[in-house]
Structures are given as structure tokens and as C-alpha cells.
């Protein structure tokens, strides 16, 4: 079968891995999407309670085998240290992901993939493929009404003085990047039409409670995004919109722990 994903983000390259092997892929991609900013933390209890989520240990083993596949220079795999309720503690598991080496290791690793840089404006434009995957983002609801809702996200990134060689979560959290003396700080979670600047700014502050040399970092540039998510809990959502098109979307703020699971069942349920 002739596939278009319309999406390169982390959903839609986790579909094209799983379908390439038995059907002709086709991925479109016209922006910048939530991926592309993602501060990297990936661990089995995401979420201000820190509880295992939905189907972690299967999230994290399908996620792992994408990494692996992506690269080895594409993330750490040395845990994440977690300051809860006035606690330090390890979360051995926890993986940080450099996202824009990440999609670009998975792009190379999905083998007989073609890439089309084009922004799809009409579904007509792909009538010559055999089924459509809206692996859209934020942008889905352009596409079908869904009960999704969006809220922007920003973080920044940093000069740090002091290596961090290993993620900081707590309320806000600060990543390692595959580039020394530059770390992320993240993420804003933003009711509004457009990103507020003071509100990313302020995300030092709250870092510093409980990592005090934050203080001394200096800010080089804000950056942001926008994620959907379901408006009621937070699975994300595998839809059939017609006989012909899927969407794979909402996965809020938990798209690495997500997307390679999705893109492993979707890829099962589209006809061979
Ligand atoms: C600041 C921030 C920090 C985050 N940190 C984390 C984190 O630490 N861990 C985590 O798991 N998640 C994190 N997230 C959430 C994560 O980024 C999302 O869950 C994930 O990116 C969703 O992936 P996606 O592929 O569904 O969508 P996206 O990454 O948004 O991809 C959608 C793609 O579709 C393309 N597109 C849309 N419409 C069209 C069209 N018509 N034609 C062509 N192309 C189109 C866009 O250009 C885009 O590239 C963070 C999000 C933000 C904003």
C-alpha cells in the first residue's frame, strides 16, 4: 500500500519505523513542530503525582528500541534525579533524549522512507496514496474536530557554568543537551493564544528552589511549542476520520513515552 504521513515529528517518524517495512511510505512535513523543542525526559511516572502511567513499561521498551535505532549519540541513558516533596531521588530508568539528533537519527534509520518538505493544505493533494496518517500535532484540529485541547509550552536554553550530567526534575526541570555547558530548562504550561516571555523567564526561579546554581545560568533563547491533548485524561488518540485517513495525535506532554507504542499499533491495525 501507498502510505502519506503528513507530520515529522515524534509520532509520525514512530509510524513510519513500524510501517516501512510492509507498505511504500511517503512522509510530509511543511514546519516546526512540538518535537523539535522537547526538553527530552523520558521515564515511567510522568505527571505532577509521579505515579507509573498507562502502559509505561511497554512505552519505555518500545521508545528504547527507537532510540536505539536512532542512535546511541541521540540520548543518556543514565537516569533522572527527582526532587519530590523535598526528596532526592533516582529514577534509574529515566532516559534524556536529544530530540533534534533524535528525529534526525530516526529520519536516516526508517530506510526507504521518502521525505517531502510541503506544507499539505488539502487531503485532495494525497489522493494518489492508499491511506493518509495525520501524525499533525497541534495542527489536527484543522483536520477534524477531536476532543483535543492546546496548551503552549516554552523553555530555555541556558549556559550553565557547572555541567549537569544528568537531568534535574522537580517543579520544572533542567536537561543536559548533547551540547557541553548547554542545558534546557523547561516547560511553561500556557492557557493562552500566544507564548508569554516573562512566563519563561520566571522558569529560573522555580528550577532554583531546588537546584540553587540555576541562579548563574544565563539565557541564550526561548523557545516554543505547542501540545495537544486529550481534553479528558491523557492517552492519546488513534482515530479513524474515514475509510482512507487515521489521526495519531494528543500526546500532550508525554510523547516520547507514547509515541513509538502508537506507532506500533497503528502500523497493526492499517490493512496489509
Ligand atoms: C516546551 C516543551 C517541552 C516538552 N518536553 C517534553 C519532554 O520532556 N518529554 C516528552 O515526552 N514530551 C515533551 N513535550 C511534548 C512533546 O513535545 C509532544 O508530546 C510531541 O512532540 C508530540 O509529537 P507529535 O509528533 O504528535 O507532534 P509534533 O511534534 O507537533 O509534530 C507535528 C508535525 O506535523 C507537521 N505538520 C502539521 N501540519 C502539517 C501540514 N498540514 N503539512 C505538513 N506538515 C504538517 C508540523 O510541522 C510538525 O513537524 C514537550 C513539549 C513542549 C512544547
Not at 11 to 32: C, M, N, Q, S
Not at 37 to 63: F, I, Y
Amino acid at each position: 500500500m501507498r502510505i502519506a504521513i503528513v507530520g515529522a515529528g515524534y509520532a509520525g517518524l514512530a509510524a513510519a519505523w513500524h510501517l516501512r517495512k510492509k507498505h511504500a511510505i511517503t512522509v510530509f512535513d511543511g514546519g516546526v513542530g512540538a518535537s523539535h523543542v522537547s526538553t527530552g525526559l523520558l521515564h515511567p511516572a510522568p505527571g505532577r503525582k509521579a505515579l507509573p502511567t498507562w502502559k509505561a513499561q511497554e512505552g519505555m521498551e518500545s521508545a528504547l528500541e527507537l532510540l536505539e535505532a536512532a542512535g546511541r549519540h541521540t540520548h543518556l541513558r543514565n537516569g533522572i534525579v527527582r526532587f519530590l516533596s523535598g526528596q532526592r531521588q533516582m529514577i534509574p530508568e529515566g532516559v534524556t533524549v536529544f530530540s533534534k539528533l533524535y528525529l534526525a537519527g530516526l529520519k536516516k534509520a526508517c530506510s526507504g522512507v521518502v521525505y517531502v518538505q510541503h506544507w499539505v493544505s488539502r487531503l485532495e493533494e494525497l489522493a494518489d496514496f492508499d491511506q493518509i496518517v495525520l501524525t499533525t500535532g497541534a495542527e489536527t484540529l484543522s483536520w477534524a474536530s477531536l476532543p483535543l485541547k492546546k496548551t503552549i509550552g516554552q523553555c530555555l536554553v541556558c549556559r550553565c557554568d557547572e555541567p549537569i550530567p544528568v537531568s534535574l526534575l522537580g517543579q520544572g526541570h533542567i536537561t543536559p543537551t548533547e551540547e557541553e555547558g548547554i542545558c534546557l530548562v523547561g516547560s511553561t504550561y500556557e492557557h493562552t493564544e500566544r507564548p508569554d516571555p516573562q512566563k519563561a523567564l520566571q522558569l529560573i526561579d522555580q528550577v532554583a528552589q531546588f537546584y540553587p546554581p540555576a541562579k548563574t545560568f544565563r539565557v541564550l533563547d526561548i523557545l516554543s511549542g505547542t501540545r495537544i491533548s486529550p481534553k479528558v485524561g491523557y492517552k492519546p488518540l488513534m482515530q479513524k476520520i474515514d475509510a482512507t485517513t487515521w489521526a495519531l495525535t494528543g500526546f500532550g506532554s508525554r510523547g516520547l513515552i507514547y509515541h513509538a507504542l502508537f506507532g506500533k499499533w497503528l502500523a497493526s491495525c492499517l490493512p496489509i
